[in-house]
């Protein structure tokens, strides 16, 4: 099975891009669907989006206009750009992998990152 | 966007008695793509059930799930102390992805 690790800053400021980055490991970013999820303290859980290496990526219609999800091959990374960030948008962001498709469900996942946003 | 709703949204019970979760969707969920998962305080979800009612690997047959088109059930035949955590479904047949909002299973 597949590791995931995700890595960033843990505050931002308001309207600044979260950056984070997912490292992979035990095996190969080029293959799967690689998606990024979030909860806020206390919360349920969103999907963000997805990015399959040879296809493209799908966003969730509520953040699609702020975000944007990459792979680095050389690095066998995810990467997570979210854009016009508030305080809304706290929350642990976890990557996650669907072995089995578009249309399979979370089979890995991160650890999770906490990333609060505040001046 | 299918919308899922959980019921309880809490569940108070002993170890060794048995919990019961409803997912309800408010469209048919397609070739019933409906998951559950556990997540315990700091930590990430973990899978146990997919395909409505195929349990993951290293899932214990304590945990089963059952269901179709708009109606699911996640069962735990005898709670264990370390079973005590939230539980959330989650539909993969439609993009976007959703989950319910989470049923804590507490003592």
């Known amino acids: ?17 979260l950056s984070l980055s997912c490292t992979v490991s035990g095996g190969s970013i080029s293959t799967n669907y690689w ?10 859980l969103e999907w963000i989006g997805y990015i399959y290496y040879n296809w493209g990526t799908n966003y ?3 953040l699609k206009s702020r975000v944007t999800i990459s792979v680095d091959t050389s690095k066998n990374q995810l990467s997570l750009k979210l854009s016009s960030m508030t305080a809304a948008d706290t929350a642990v962001y976890f990557c996650a ?15 999770g990152t906490l990333v609060t946003v505040s001046s | ?5 959980q019921s309880p949204g809490t569940l108070s019970l002993s170890p060794g008695e048995r919990a019961t979760v409803s997912c309800r969707a408010s469209q048919s969920v397609s070739s019933n793509y409906l998951a559950w998962y556990q997540q315990r305080p700091g930590q990430a979800p973990r899978l146990l059930i997919y395909g409505a009612s195929s349990r993951a690997p290293g899932i214990p047959d304590n945990f089963s799930g059952s269901g179709s088109g708009t109606d699911f059930t996640l069962t735990i035949r005898r709670l264990e102390p370390e079973d005590f955590a939230v539980y959330y479904c989650q539909q993969y047949g439609s993009s976007p992805w959703t989950f319910g909002q989470g049923t804590k299973v507490e003592i």
């Open chain 1, 60 to 62: 969730n219609p509520s």
């Open chain 1, 97 to 111: 992998t669907q072995t089995y498709g578009a249309n399979s469900y979370f089979d890995s996942w991160g650890r």
């Open chain 2, 1 to 5: 966007e299918i919308v899922l709703t």
């Open chain 1, 35 to 44: 998606s990024w999820i979030r909860q806020p303290p206390g919360k349920g």
């Open chain 1, 1 to 17: 099975q597949v590791q995931l690790q995700e890595s960033g800053p843990g505050l931002v400021k308001p309207s600044e891009t």
